[in-house]
């Protein structure tokens, strides 16, 4: 009974759902407010992503006719449950709650499902709009999943470990992997764009083009659901990059301002470019990114 309630608590409060979406949601305030003071606004406060959470589930979810009622309603259960699940696998500080010896394999795989959710969203939605940015969203995917991969395999071959708490103790004692596979780090960073939905890779959701693109024809609970995933994305994904690449943490207060740094640093990238057409994101991420992954993957392999 007392191990139930400890998966309930993990999973549902800390370092689960409720923590994982409260310090995402002021994360990603944190980001709304650098680009709005950058562009000479004054920004939203704090609370304006809660209080966004909020009207949505007040309202009604309205279903299209031409769409795929049951695929339309489970693409955002999907997003919420990976994230969530990552969350409570993630360390936070310097040990895991629920880590166990290959977490770092199931959590690419858990990564990559908000991002199928989305491809899945946009093609069974029954609007053009929709279509094309489950197309671009698949097109992208193709770019940034292979050398986001092999980045962070790089770290696990080192240590011929797939244990994401074993990465951390490591780099506790011997000091960051960003310092020894800096090619690898700046790979994973690059992909981190598109894998939140950041410029200059945000085609698929360009609102100036396709409105919503594969979120469209989504509203009320639904579409709710998906805002919370994407608060989550701001709090799980630069966790990852922290436990990966930069040292992880002795103490949770450490690990948030690391994690703050990476959040920083994402967001400066987003406001100071354009967005790229979808080839040439395609094209960036074979040409530049995915042989600096493979750079750093084969040295892990040969040369550890």
Known sequence: MIEVINLMVGLLIYPGLAFSLAIGGVFYWLYRKVRARLQARIGPPWYQYFMDLIKLFSKESVIPYSSRGAAMVLAPIFSLTSLVLVAAMMPVG???????????????????????????????????????????????????????????????????????????????????????????????????????????????????????????????????????????????????????????????????????????FLSVLDIIHPRYRIDQGFRFFFKWILPLALIDFVRSLIWP
């Open 94 to 264: 310097s040990e895991s709650i629920f880590g166990f010896d290959e977490d770092l394999i199931v959590t690419l795989y858990l990564l990559a499902i908000p991002g199928l959710a989305m491809i899945i969203a946009g093609n069974v939605s029954g609007s053009p709009y929709g279509s094309v940015g489950s197309s671009r969203e698949a097109s992208i995917m193709v770019g940034y999943e292979l050398p986001y991969v092999l980045s962070a395999l790089t770290v696990g071959f080192h240590l011929r470990s797939l244990s994401i708490s074993r990465i951390v103790s490591y780099q506790l004692e011997s000091g960051a992997f960003f310092m020894k596979y800096p090619l690898a780090t700046l790979a994973f960073l690059m992909c981190l764009l598109p894998k939140m939905g950041r410029r200059p890779f945000d085609a698929p959701e360009a609102d100036t083009e396709i409105i919503g693109g594969p979120l469209t024809e989504y509203s009320g609970l639904l579409l709710g659901l998906f805002e919370v995933a994407n608060g989550l994305k701001w709090f799980v994904i630069p966790a990852f990059t922290v436990n990966m690449f930069f040292g992880g943490a002795a103490n949770p207060i450490e690990f948030l301002a690391k994690c703050l740094g990476v959040v920083l």
